[in-house]
């Protein structure tokens, strides 16, 4: 049975950078799809970035493009978001997920999100000045 657990939050002024791990245990990342979503206060959790483990296709929400890159490393069964020029707007708690394979990154991210089922507790990562 596959467990996430992610880490790597906390408070960065604008413009700064932070990194999210999310590690995997139970089984290998090489099957599975993994998707960062965050929720911010008074608002739905939306999909940031996902991650296929079988070809390593991506996708990102259009307000992290060019800011945010999500990779993998199947030796360590990790994913990680490496979060760069970071916004107020990207204040929220985000959460690490993971489900075997069953359609595309995209469209898990973004319209099938109720696939994951397994999620970590969720790291908090604040921008402020």
């Known amino acids: 049975q596959l467990q996430v657990a992610e880490s790597g939050g906390g408070l960065v002024q604008p413009g700064g950078s932070l990194r999210l791990s999310c590690a995997a245990s139970g089984v290998a990342l090489e099957d599975y799809t993994i998707g960062w979503f965050r929720q911010a206060p008074g608002k739905e959790r939306e999909g940031v970035s996902c991650?296929?483990?079988?070809?390593?296709?991506?996708y990102y929400a259009d307000s992290v493009k060019g800011r945010f890159t999500i990779s993998r490393d199947n030796a360590k069964n990790a994913v990680y978001l490496q979060m760069n020029s970071l916004k107020p707007e990207d204040t929220g708690i985000y959460y690490c997920?993971?489900?075997?394979?069953?359609?595309?990154?995209?469209?898990?991210?973004?319209?099938?999100?109720?696939?994951?089922?397994?999620w970590g507790q969720g790291t908090q990562v604040t921008v402020s000045s």
């Open positions: 997920a993971g489900e075997v394979w069953i359609t595309t990154v995209q469209t898990m991210c973004v319209t099938a999100q109720a696939l994951f089922g397994s």
């Open positions: 991650i296929s483990g079988r070809d390593g296709s991506t």
